[in-house]
């Protein structure tokens, strides 16, 4: 959707590595910000979200980081492993439309 | 219901003909949406209803597009005149008041144009 931009659109790292993917959003009054990972063949799962009236949410080794004035939050995952690998989608609503937009995904690849 | 469930899971269709997708939301849920999901694009938004709205066709390309709501927690996808670029994955979605609020996935229903 063109109100989410996510980047990068593809990700190696090496497994116990940290992989950071980053999403912005044009809509100055969404509130909420969910990240999904989505396995081959498979319904996306919501994995975090986080709220605007927060910065940082942590669970376990998932992390979102969210900076409203920048209008862009992002996804922090530590001690990558190799489940980890999927695609992660971003997603914030736009209210003027009622609408949810998710950016265009990340493919992440932990190798071995 | 446990979940939000489509089907069918897998459909082919020749080009031209219009398809009828089905999803089954979680009961009490007030919002389902419809996206579609192809390769290098991610998921784009095609429609969506609240469940004072029986048909609603807001989604884009437009026109070809509409989400029937029957009953509160059923809604239907049609597609007119398919065409080979219709080839994607659909997925409906649902949350229990608005875009605040999480979304419950379906397994999605992979549509093939041929």
């Known amino acids: 959707g063109e109100n989410v931009e996510q980047h990068p659109s593809t990700l190696s790292v090496q497994e116990g590595d940290s992989a950071v993917i980053k999403c912005t959003y044009s809509?100055?009054?969404?509130?909420?910000f969910p990240w999904y990972k989505q396995e081959l063949g498979k319904r996306p799962q919501l994995i975090i979200d986080?709220?605007?009236?927060?910065g940082e949410k942590k669970d376990q080794r998932i992390a979102v980081t969210l900076n409203k004035t920048a209008k862009h939050f992002s996804l922090h995952i530590t001690e990558t492993q190799p489940e980890d690998s999927a695609v992660y989608f971003c997603?914030?609503?736009?209210?003027?439309?009622?609408?949810?937009?998710f950016g265009s995904g990340t493919k992440l690849n932990v190798k071995p | 219901g446990a979940g939000v469930s489509q089907s069918p899971r897998y459909k082919v269709a020749k080009r031209g003909r219009d398809v009828a997708l089905r999803c089954d939301s979680i009961?009490?849920?007030?919002?389902l949406y419809w996206y579609r999901q192809t390769l290098g694009q991610g998921s784009e938004v095609l429609t969506y209803?609240?469940?004072?709205?029986?048909?609603?066709k807001s989604g884009r390309p437009s026109g070809r597009f509409s989400a029937e709501r029957p009953e509160r927690s059923v809604s239907t996808l049609k597609i007119q005149r398919t065409e080979q670029g219709d080839s994607a994955v659909y997925l409906c979605?649902?949350?229990?008041?608005?875009?605040?609020?999480?979304?419950?996935f379906g397994s999605g229903t992979q549509l093939s144009v041929l």
């Open positions: 979605a649902s949350t229990s008041i608005g875009p605040s609020e999480k979304l419950f």
């Open positions: 809509d100055s009054a969404s509130n909420y």
């Open positions: 986080i709220r605007s009236n927060v």
């Open positions: 997603a914030a609503p736009l209210y003027n439309f009622n609408k949810f937009y």
């Open positions: 009961s009490g849920h007030v919002t």
């Open positions: 209803s609240q469940s004072d709205a029986q048909r609603d």
